[in-house]
């Protein structure tokens, strides 16, 4: 074992030096702090820049760190690409003598060229390269059957895997991939016990995720359930350290996001008995609590406890699975998977609506199945809030899962159905008849949906689909017999990336 470990720790050795690039020219090396001024195209520094190093990222070997110095203040930008991954372009914001970037979003195993350039006047000032390296093993494979490009939002999706039934399996791990299926970054964290990464959300406005943290033994360990981290991977925010397991009254579930205030909003069990509720919070970042509600504040309004699965030990009573909260105007919206979807006043805490069957909108539709079922994480589609868009699973009654979209008039207090996609005209229907599923609205009209928790002979996967209804963009996860990764929520954004031309 000993000797084992020391052939390791050279070949990790070898690793880190040839990830500290040096710059190269034909037939000869030179140092990273060389002022020689050769031709461009030799491959050499110009001067004024020196000091050109770049470094591979320990957290993250599909990315580095670049740093060089000018004699004077430059702005610059940098293009980074490899023979079969057009690449990217950043730049710097201001005009500065030390320079720092990090080059991220590479497919694994591609040596990349990267140039340096003057922002001023495009002049080319360097070119080094970098190889990346392997993605984790723990990322399983993922199989893309479907891509129309000129039809497909660009940008990386951000996605929490996790696994059926063998969830020993799974490793706390987060990652991105780009539109042609490659994982583009990954963040790794190690937590005591079985625990997953889950709930990704990427922060425009800090260039930052926030992740929750799910742990399912070991509740007696002093952990974080929750952390925000940058795309170099380094924690920059940790929730405080609480002692907790999945669905305990302590902790989170379904949902774990940041709002515009920077407070956070959580779904927590509550429990009465052997009747299991759920309860909605805001939190500051040192989770002193700012606001709460829980069903069982309700008696009036939510008098009457029906159990949707009963067994020998739970009722699973509200099973809420969506929060969304406005402190603009002291909204919250609620959605749980029995009862259906809510408004709610902040303020009075009292209930102004609900939507869905037995609810308070008069439907303008003519459908069979008019009303959702069962549904999984609204959103509305701007900031009217007239359009509102549901992953409808369908468990009690359709037993068939299906996007589905509603116009809405709080005035008058009517609905109108306005896009649905459930995919059984085209061959392409599936059902989460156990739960799961999201849906997501996207820059270029689209919609982003994952399947959810599916049965053995579907794949769980993420799927793009027109308003038309063409399934233009789709990956599966992974499946073998007896096991299959199942993909709860999925993400979609546009990096702070330049994509060049393919």
């Known amino acids: 074992m000993r000797k084992f470990s020391s052939i390791f720790f050279l070949i990790f050795l070898v690793f880190l030096v040839s990830c500290e690039n040096k710059v190269n020219v034909p037939d000869k090396e030179i140092s990273d702090s060389s002022t020689e001024t050769p031709d461009e195209d030799s491959g050499t520094v110009q001067e004024p820049l020196f000091d050109l190093k770049v470094e591979a990222n320990e957290k993250n070997v599909l990315s580095c760190r670049l740093t060089f110095s000018t004699s004077e203040e430059r702005k610059t930008f940098v293009k980074y690409y490899s023979e079969k991954h057009a690449g990217y372009k950043i730049g710097e914001d201001e005009a500065k003598s030390e320079h720092y970037f990090f080059l991220w979003g590479m497919r694994e195993n591609r040596d990349y060229k990267i140039e340096i350039y003057d922002a001023g006047t495009s ?34 999706l951000i996605i929490a895997q996790q696994s059926e039934p063998d969830e020993a399996r799974m490793e706390p791990i987060v990652f991105m991939i780009d539109t042609d299926g490659f994982v583009v970054w990954y963040f790794e964290h190690y937590l005591p016990g079985f625990s997953i990464l889950t709930d990704p959300a990427y922060r425009k406005k800090t260039n930052t995720i926030l992740l929750g943290i799910q742990k399912w033994q070991m509740e007696d360990v002093l952990t974080e359930e929750g952390i925000e981290i940058d795309l170099e991977g380094n924690i920059v925010w940790k929730s405080p350290d609480i002692q907790w397991t999945l669905y305990g009254e302590t902790t989170w579930h379904h949902v774990y996001r940041a709002l515009d205030d920077d407070t956070l909003v959580l779904i927590r069990a509550q429990y009465n008995d052997r009747v299991i509720s759920d309860r909605i919070v805001n939190l500051d970042r040192n989770y002193f609590e700012l606001w709460s509600w829980g069903y069982f504040d309700s008696p009036d309004y939510f008098d009457t406890v029906e159990c949707s699965e009963l067994s020998e030990y739970w009722c699973d009573w509200t099973h809420n699975n969506a929060a969304m909260m406005f402190k603009e105007d002291d909204t919250l919206y609620f959605n749980s998977l029995w009862l259906g979807f809510y408004k709610m006043d902040m303020n009075t805490k009292e209930v102004l609506w609900k939507f869905g069957k037995d609810g308070d909108f008069t439907m303008l539709s003519d459908h069979p199945y008019p009303w959702p079922a069962n549904t999984h994480d609204p959103k509305f589609m701007d900031s009217s809030r007239k359009r509102l868009l549901f992953f409808d699973n369908g468990i009690t009654d359709r037993f068939y899962s299906r996007i589905i979209e509603y116009e809405i008039d709080e005035e008058a207090m009517t609905a109108e159905i306005t896009f649905e996609y459930d995919g059984l005209d085209s061959g392409h229907a599936w059902w989460a008849g156990l739960g799961w599923g999201d849906a997501d609205y996207l820059e270029n009209g689209n919609i982003l949906v994952t399947k959810g928790l599916v049965d053995e002979s579907q794949n769980s996967s993420i799927f793009e689909v027109t308003r038309d209804g063409r399934v233009v963009w789709e990956i599966y996860s992974y499946q073998e017999e007896g096991f299959m990764i199942e993909l709860y929520n999925a993400e979609k954004f546009m990096p702070p990336l330049e994509f060049l031309n393919e």
């Open 123 to 156: 002049e080319l000032l360097a070119k080094t390269n970098f190889r990346s390296g392997k993605a984790p093993d723990s990322i399983f494979p993922l199989h893309l059957v479907a891509n129309e490009k000129e039809s497909v939002q660009p940008g990386f």
